[in-house]
């Protein structure tokens, strides 16, 4: 039988690292992205499909997102969510919130200061409470390859395992993590969202795959589900809520315990 794993990306294929700004506030949250998602309800996690360096921080400041985005045609994709919105649907929706791309220029030099070893910028995405219609955090993201992902990955391929990426991060960033690690960009799947990654396992299976799920997010359940064996890795060495841990077959620590795995 031949056999595949499916990789979630950040906080499995890369040490993520992040600024989350609560916009009420003012003040920087420490919770997940995603775990925030869970606690608001009815909100999604928009990532926008653009550079962050160089788009979005050469744009002025005192322009608002939904002006931003229109003006410029700005792709928009839901990478998280806990409502059944469809990505047509964040746009309109935008426009009645008065956020400010400056919101997202603090965050991403905040996260650029903190952090002088990002390898990848994952960009820029925001967290849209769809009961308020208001955006109530700003999320600027990278990081760095973990150690081993490439070795692993290329001796995966040496025992004759496809290897794919299923991730809700930016489009662009994902390939260049392709293009590192040596998965072919065909074997990307970009901006997946929780369902997709499923369908994603789904298809996979359906084209005689055996599957293994790695991931270590609430995303990555229902891809857990479906998969023949789900794989928690905690080398991102963040909390992970009990609902993850239960969708899991196998919990490693580190990236490099996937090739330990009987598969």
């Not at 294929?13 to 869970?38: H, M, P, Q, Y």
């Not at 550079?51 to 005192?62: P, R, S, Y």
């Not at 939904?66 to 994709?77: E, G, Q, S, V, W």
């Not at 990307?188 to 790695?214: C, P, S």
Request: one cysteine or more.
């Amino acid at each position: 039988m031949k056999k595949a794993i499916v990789f979630d990306n950040a906080g499995t294929l890369l040490e993520r690292c992040r600024v989350v700004k609560n916009i009420k506030t003012g003040e920087r949250a420490d919770n997940n992205s995603l775990d925030l998602i869970d606690e608001l309800g009815n909100s999604a996690l928009v990532v926008i499909q653009t550079d962050t360096k160089k788009c979005i921080m050469l744009a002025n400041g005192e322009k608002k997102l939904y002006d931003f985005i229109k003006n410029y045609n700005i792709p928009l994709d839901i990478s998280y969510s806990s409502s059944n919105i469809s990505k047509e649907e964040i746009l309109p929706i935008l426009k009645k919130s008065n956020i400010k791309l400056k919101e997202f220029h603090e965050t991403a030099y905040q996260l650029s200061a903190e952090n002088n070893f990002i390898e990848l910028c994952s960009g820029s995405a925001f967290i849209l409470n769809l009961n308020t219609y208001e955006v109530d955090y700003v999320i600027a993201a990278g990081g760095k390859v973990f150690p081993y992902v490439s070795e692993v990955i290329k001796t995966l391929r040496n025992r004759g395992i496809h290897t794919f990426i299923a991730s809700g991060d930016r489009a662009k960033s994902l390939y260049e993590l392709a293009e590192i690690i040596n998965i072919p960009e065909e074997n990307v799947f970009e901006t997946a969202n929780t369902k997709r990654k499923r369908e994603i396992v789904a298809k996979l299976q359906e084209e005689g795959y055996k599957v293994m799920m790695v991931g270590n997010g609430p995303n990555d359940i229902l891809a857990f589900e479906k998969a023949d064996l789900a794989v928690l890795t905690l080398e991102q060495d963040e909390e992970v809520s009990k609902k993850v841990f239960d969708a899991a077959d196998i919990v490693i620590n580190q990236i490099c315990q996937v090739l330990d795995i009987e598969f």
